[in-house]
């Protein structure tokens, strides 16, 4: 089956110095979404931005934001996030006490829900919430940082996900992120992935365009 394949590039290896600027030229590069992390120094090492941050992006993008929660407690930032534009917004089921409620609390805050698996997690840990939500992340790296390697058993887990999805009759968006290059794009693809997440790939290649063109199937 073919299925549309989105591109969602990581404004984490942006220059965030130009930030409404990185925005306008990967959209004109023909982005599908704009991928924005959020990190809180407890769930990953890093801290990166807030929701008013989020929300100067979202002046700049004409296409949906695709907000990548990595933070603890995820119910208590969710509604400004949401307030602030994001479009679709994915918590950590590691972050979760009360998965099926933060989901549902996104989706009455008006933003998509979508749920984001380490690569250590089990898939099981979704199997419950597969029906509730639009889209299931998996993690290809260690979250936290860009630039890191892809690890290569992600592209069995999108495999038995898309299995899992197929059987329940589902046809739920699969992302991948971390990793990812114009090789690793095609093998997820081709194990049942619709969007992809590509940070440095895009960011430090001298053509945008060239570098999503090249991540479509
Ligand atoms: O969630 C992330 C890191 O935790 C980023 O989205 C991801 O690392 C993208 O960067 P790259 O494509 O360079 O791996
Ligand atoms: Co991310």
Known sequence: MTRRVLVSPSLLSSDFGRLAEEVRAVEAAGADWIHVDVMDGRFVPNITIGPVVVEAIKKAATR??????MIVEPEKYVDAFAKAGADILTVHVEACTHLH??????????AKPAVVLNPAT???????V???VDMVLLMSVNPGFGGQSFIAPTVDRVRRLRAMMDARGLS?????DGGINAETARRV???GATVLVAGSYVFGSKDYAAAIRS???
């Open 130 to 132: 597969l029906g509730d």
């Open 64 to 69: 949906p934001l695709d907000v990548h929660l």
């Open 189 to 191: 693809v081709d194990a």
């Open 101 to 110: 409620r933060v989901i549902q609390q996104i989706r009455h805050a008006g």
């Open 122 to 128: 089990p898939l099981s840990a979704v199997e419950e």
């Open 172 to 176: 739920t968006d699969i992302e991948v």
């Open 215 to 217: 991540l479509r199937p």
